[in-house]
């Protein structure tokens, strides 16, 4: 099934989110490593977008990246686009949630097999659902 994009004014994201989340996922900012709620979660589940909801990345992709962002090597299918990004002084890969456009982090070649992708994710544009 396809989902419509989700677009919201500024005002209601910001209802809606605390403010880091806010500045993370419609400012496009970074959380600081090591200090999200899931870069050492190892619970069985799947981590879903802040802002809609929508399935992002199960925790069977999930590994040990050692960066202090959770680090996945693909997302579920069809859940996240990509776009160039040249904040900071540096060409990177923006990966954003693909139903409301909710800045994720970035993804690096620098991962393990299979696919051979880091993931890269702030944890304040996630939430978790434990697998039941």
């Known amino acids: 099934m396809i989902e419509l994009k989700k677009v919201k004014p500024e005002e209601e994201w910001k209802q809606q989110l605390t403010p880091e989340q806010f500045q993370i996922t419609r400012k496009k ?13 190892h619970e069985t589940g799947t981590y879903q977008c802040i802002c809609c909801g929508a399935d992002l990345f199960s925790s069977d992709t999930k590994f040990e990246s ?13 859940s996240v686009g990509t776009q160039g990004d040249r ?3 540096m ?3 923006e990966v954003l949630c693909s139903v409301c456009d909710a800045h994720l982090g970035h993804v690096f070649d620098d991962g393990p097999p299979p696919t051979g992708l880091r993931y890269c994710i702030n944890s304040a544009s996630l939430k978790f659902a434990k697998s039941k």
């Open 29 to 41: 900012g970074t959380e600081r490593p090591y200090s999200g709620a899931y870069w050492n979660n």
């Open 66 to 78: 050692g960066t202090g962002w959770p680090s996945f090597w693909a997302p579920i299918q069809g």
């Open 87 to 89: 904040s900071l002084f």
């Open 91 to 93: 060409k990177r890969t």
